[in-house]
């Protein structure tokens, strides 16, 4: 089945660590979006990649690195510099970033939660 | 960055009963999304609305964009305890060059049997 797969569903950080979030989609989309959810509030956009090889910051990218090496993979590095990591993130899809207008469709989202 | 007015932030009603659920923005978008997301996963897109004035519906959901293209409501008819969860606007607007999404901050809906 198409789709969009996010790895691992559960992830603990110790202080001070890097960790990076799978993301991977079978779809054939051009782009690719991360976003951040906390309790209580809408999506907030971290990156989002067009194109192979090519991405954007969104309105939260401090402290967040991502890369767009394949078509398919779109990983997340929350780093040590994201003071406040805890949070549900959520990968997105859609044909491309056009005014085609495509919609997003999400991936099952990994939470982070800080030892 | 910018947030959608979405409200009712939270409902509680009968199984049966009939829901609706609007969005509102000082800003035009291009698109508008709804989206339901359950306990521990992704959003899941319901609805898509790409025209002023367009009404949708899906099975027992109906949307609209509104007229103005800062607005749009969703309704939801003889509501079914699986209608439990987070429901989501979403407007889709041409930002730098890019189609970006702003989200409101979702309405909680409870489904008493």
């Known amino acids: 089945d198409g789709g969009i797969t996010q790895s691992p569903k559960y992830l603990f950080r110790k202080e001070g660590q890097n960790v990076t979030l799978s993301c991977e989609q079978n779809l054939n989309h051009d782009a690719m979006y991360w976003y951040r959810q906390d309790p209580g509030q809408g999506l907030r956009l971290i990156y989002y990649?067009?194109?192979?090889?090519?991405?954007q910051k969104g309105d939260i990218a401090e402290g967040y690195s991502v890369s767009r090496e394949k078509k398919e993979s779109f990983p997340l590095t929350v780093t040590s510099a994201q003071k406040n990591p805890t949070a549900f993130y959520l990968c997105?899809?859609?044909?491309?970033?056009?005014?085609?207008?495509?919609?997003?469709?999400f991936g099952d989202g990994t939470r982070l939660s800080i030892l | 960055g910018q947030q959608l007015n979405q409200s009712p932030q939270s409902m509680f009603i009968q199984e049966g009963e009939d829901v609706s659920m609007n969005c509102t923005s000082s800003?035009?978008?291009?698109?508008w999304l709804w989206y339901k997301q359950d306990p521990g996963e992704g959003p899941v897109l319901l609805i898509a609305l790409y025209k002023a004035g367009e009404l949708t519906s899906n099975g027992r959901l109906t949307a609209q964009f509104g007229i103005t293209r800062k607005d749009s409501f969703l309704n939801i008819s003889a509501s079914i305890p699986s209608d439990v969860g987070i429901y989501f606007c979403?407007?889709?607007?041409?930002?730098?060059?890019?189609?970006?999404?702003?989200f409101g901050k979702g309405m909680k809906l409870t489904v008493n049997p």
């Open positions: 800003s035009i978008f291009n698109t």
């Open positions: 979403a407007g889709q607007r041409t930002q730098g060059g890019s189609e970006k999404l702003v």
């Open positions: 990649s067009q194109i192979v090889n090519d991405f």
């Open positions: 997105a899809s859609s044909i491309g970033t056009g005014p085609s207008n495509q919609p997003q469709h």
